[in-house]
């Protein structure tokens, strides 16, 4: 019964190296998302996947990148990472593009460190 | 645009009732939603409330949708310890969920 998994769990990198977050959810969900939490700030979209194949931009796409490697995989990336992406990453999934109901299956998180 | 308001914090007695409120901005959403998050987890989904809605009762729960104010509450009766967490709202937007800034519970025994 796993559900969204998410690794790494933690991760600390130095200004300017890259990292990829990995994600993949067994539960045969066509949509996928990558939200980042910062205190005071709450969930942003960085971005999302409708369906396999298809990536869009959310609220702050800047400085990442992603893949749709398949159904089940959806990969974050930092090609230069900034000390302003310090944060904790949430990978999410759901049966539709967000409607009619909008139920979203979290990951347990990923907490990166940027120093 | 799309903005999702929430005060940050609640403390209540244990036994007590809450009520975590929201404002929206988007008059189009479609559905509106209460999540909630526990230390060191994901989110989960606890409730939501489809925009030609007032109330919604779900046990503990009750969900309030004041459409002209675009005012959103969740009202948790006879709060319990195993209540604290952050809770969000969230709006249906274009397809997207748009979060609010999550409201910390805190009850104290």
């Known amino acids: 019964n796993a559900g969204v998994t998410q690794t790494p769990k933690f991760q600390v990198l130095k200004t300017g190296q890259s990292m990829t977050l990995q994600c993949a959810q067994d539960?045969?969900?066509?949509?996928m998302y990558w939200y980042r939490q910062d205190p005071g700030m709450g969930l942003r979209l960085i971005y999302y996947?409708?369906?396999?194949?298809?990536?869009d931009k959310g609220e702050v796409p800047n400085g990442y990148n992603v893949s749709r490697l398949n159904k089940r995989e959806f990969s974050l990336r930092l090609e230069s990472a900034a000390p302003s992406q310090t944060s904790v990453y949430f990978c999410?999934?759901?049966?539709?593009?967000?409607?009619?109901?909008?139920?979203?299956?979290f990951g347990e998180g990923s907490r990166l460190t940027v120093l | 645009g799309e903005d999702v308001e929430q005060s940050l914090f609640l403390s209540v007695r244990e036994g007590d009732s809450s009520v975590i409120n929201c404002t929206y901005t988007?008059?189009?959403?479609?559905?509106l939603y209460w999540y909630k998050q526990e230390p060191g987890a994901g989110l989960q989904l606890l409730t939501y409330?489809?925009?030609?809605?007032d109330m919604k009762q779900d046990q503990r729960l009750t969900v309030l949708l004041n459409k002209k104010d675009k005012h959103l509450s969740l009202r948790i009766a006879d709060t319990q310890t195993g209540d604290s967490a952050i809770y969000f709202c969230?709006?249906?937007?274009?397809?997207?969920?748009?979060f609010g800034q999550g409201t910390e519970l805190s009850v104290k025994p």
């Open positions: 539960m045969n969900h066509n949509s």
């Open positions: 988007d008059s189009s959403s479609t559905y």
């Open positions: 996947s409708a369906s396999e194949g298809t990536t």
């Open positions: 409330i489809f925009s030609n809605m």
């Open positions: 969230a709006e249906l937007t274009r397809g997207k969920l748009i």
């Open positions: 999410a999934s759901s049966k539709t593009s967000g409607g009619p109901i909008g139920e979203l299956f």
